[in-house]
Each structure stands twice: as structure tokens, then as C-alpha cells.
């Protein structure tokens, strides 16, 4: 276990390269058990999550090595339908193993995925979406298994009740050598299932969006090998874009993804951030003066992401007057809040009234526990202060890092692994920009 000392306040300076989209990183890794063939994958991320996909795919049977942000990955011929516990139980995107392995093998086990703690993120979507296309898929509490076969999978009309990025995908794979055509209703629309969509069709799969919110898949007999490039990663370059602005420096982002940032991008400015398009893929992210309190609420694409809203929290402790993040997709995201107030800032959790909470929020609200909190209210701007603390989840380990940069004082973080989960060498990156920030080994007794 390590964790990470981080000294401030510090003003970042520099260029920084955007990583490949760890949302499309871990599912290109899936679509390789589609096909015999090899698959080359570029601008792969060097992240945990990404390392943990592989090792769900070797497990499989399949070869794959790892050259600079290269990744080369060769199914061949299985030598397994199970995932194993204990690789497939610490990653929540495992699940989408089942669509392959049941159009090529008939049979699949998984275990019960895992990933961050931030609610419960159930995978009943997909495993209904898969049923309807022909799959008997059952769990076993003994094993903590998800045992699944078919004979042969079929085109399906599919509507899901609400937004499933990952379930849209789940069932985009496994549709893709299904017998005839299937139609998913209420699709999510997130750019990242797009850059899936180019890689499928690059194979041979026949995927398009045929009106908004809806795809059509035709199923195909088999799908060839190729090489991609993945796009980068959007969420990362909101975590550098308010790292520039928190920390009053200036940071040129290269590989940049600013065409789909425009939600973003739009209360960034509102709030007093600055940014200048340099060329069409880099951006000039810089401290302007004084912030100004703006609200947010998180929703599906092309809305605020919730993945941005533990950053944004950062920024709007800087801020001047009150603002609040409603939190519409996950019923458990505010992990960071109590690592926040540890450091001096002025939080407080809060229900905004909403008329019929079951149909208005992602999730399913029956999950929500009865002391999780959909919104919450910052009032800014608050010096931060060092403070011990610990990384919940992934989006939450970049806002505590980010806290720290610009608080007073050495703090201590721990729980790095959560921030290796989705960031790339995120210290070294940091330091480049001029953060004083140190991963070292947890003390053992």
C-alpha cells in the first residue's frame, strides 16, 4: 500500500499530455474476445484498471502485452468461459466479458464485479438486455457468480427504463454477432460509446445511431482483427483544466478534447475559469481572477458530467458566494466531502425536492441509503489547510490531491490505488507541473 505527501500551496505551470479514455481503454480490451485476430490498440493508458482488464482477458485464454501505450492482444481460441473471482470481483466493467463469450462460446461465469464505492451501480441492465436477446443468466449467492449460457444469441428490441453507459455497451457487444438485428432504445449518447462504435465497425461490425438516443445493430458472422487509436480522456483534462485555475497557474493541455467539453467548458467560464483554444487539440487552461459561485446538476450526456462534480467541488471552495452540486446519477457520490471539511472547507449536504424522485434520478432510488445525500452546498472561498486524509474512490482521490496543491501545509493521502485506478503516473505528471507531491510506501507495523 502506498500513499502520497503532498506540500502547498503551490501555482501549477507547464504542459501536460492527456491519456487515453480509460471509459474506452477498458472496453476496446473486451471487444479483443470478439475476434481471432490480433488487435492493436494505441494510446492505451497505463492505469490499474487497465492492467486488471488484462488480466481478465489472459484469464480467458487470450495473450497481451503491454509496449510504451501499445497494446497487442491475440483471443486466438479460449481456454476459459470463467473470470475469475479474484481478478473479475475488484473491476465493475468484468460484466461486459458476457456478451462475447456468450455469441462465441455459448457460456460465461463472472463474479459479481466490483470497482469504486460510490452506490450501488447494479448490472441488472445488462443482464435483462441480455435475457431478451436469448440468454438464461442466473446468480448464485453461494459462489458469488453470475452463470450465463445461450445457444445462440438474437437481435432484440431493447429499451432501457433509464441511462446504462456501460449497459449500452454491455449489449452493443453483444450484439455484434448476434443472429439479426437489434435496436437499443434510450441509448446512452456519451462520445466514448461513439469511439467503441468506430472500433467495432472497424472490424466489420455493423453499428449505427439511427435517431437520437437509439442504435441499430446488425449482427454479423464474424469480425476481423485491427488496429486504433484510442481518444483521450476528457474527464482528465477537467481535472488539469481546474487544477490550473484552483492552484492560480497555467496549464497547456496537448491531446486535448475540447469539442466535447462544451458543458463543461460553459460553466467553467461562468465561474470565472479562463481557457484558450491554441490549435484544435490543445488548450491553454489559466487563472483569470476572482471565481464566482455557479451550481450544478450532473445528468447524461451531453449534460454535466458526474465525473467532473468531485473537481468542480475543488474549484467552488475557491469561489465566492454558495453553490451547490445535485448529483442525479449515483445516489452515494460525495465521498470526498468529509476529506474536504478535514481541510477547512465549508460544506453542507442537502435534499433538493424533487417531485417524483424515481423517475427524475439515474439510479435506482429504492438502493439509496437512508443517510446518502443527493446535493450538496459549498460556501467559498475557504484556505484550505494539510489535513491526513484517505481516497475513496477514484474521481474523489483527484479532488483530494488537488485540495492538497493549493492547502497550507504537508498533507497526507491515503489510498493511492483508488487514483492509479483511472490517472496515469498522476505524481509525476504533477511534479512536472511544479507540485511538490511524493508517493511513498505505507508505514508497516
Known sequence: MEKFIVSGPTVLHGDVTIAGAKNVALKAIVVSLLTEEPIILHNMPHIRDVLLMLEVVRSLGATATFEGNTVHILDGKTGSTTVPLEIGARLRTSSMVLGPMLSRYGKAMIPNPGG?????????????????????????????????????????????????????????????????????????????????????????????????????????????????????????????????????????????????????LTVFEKAGGKFRAIDDTTTEYFYGGPLTAVDVTTGQHPGFMTDWQAPWAILMTQATGISTIHETVFENRFSYVEELKKMGATIEYFDPEVANPKEFYNFNFEDKAQDAHQAIRITGPTPLHNAITSMSDLRAGATVVLAAIIAQGKSYIHGVEQIDRGYEHIEERLRHLGASIDRIEEDTI
Open 116 to 264: 469504486c464505492r460510490i452506490g450501488a451501480r447494479p448490472i441488472d441492465r445488462h443482464i435483462e438486455g441480455l435475457k431478451a436477446m436469448g440468454a438464461t443468466i442466473d446468480y448464485s449467492s453461494t459462489d458469488g457468480f453470475f452463470h450465463a449460457e445461450a445457444k445462440h444469441l438474437h437481435g432484440a428490441d431493447i429499451t432501457f427504463e433509464k441511462n446504462t453507459h456501460t449497459g449500452t455497451e454491455t449489449l452493443i457487444l453483444a450484439a455484434v454477432l448476434a443472429d439479426g438485428t437489434t435496436v437499443l432504445r434510450n441509448a446512452a449518447e456519451e462520445v466514448e460509446i461513439d469511439d467503441l462504435i468506430s472500433l467495432l465497425c472497424a472490424m466489420g461490425a455493423n453499428i449505427k445511431r439511427t435517431e437520437k438516443r437509439e442504435i441499430t445493430i446488425t449482427g454479423v458472422p464474424k469480425l476481423h482483427g485491427t488496429e486504433f487509436t484510442i481518444m483521450s480522456d476528457r474527464n482528465e483534462e477537467v481535472t488539469f483544466a481546474i487544477a490550473a485555475v484552483v492552484s492560480k497557474g497555467k496549464i497547456v493541455v496537448h491531446h486535448s478534447e475540447r469539442r466535447f467539453l462544451q458543458e463543461f
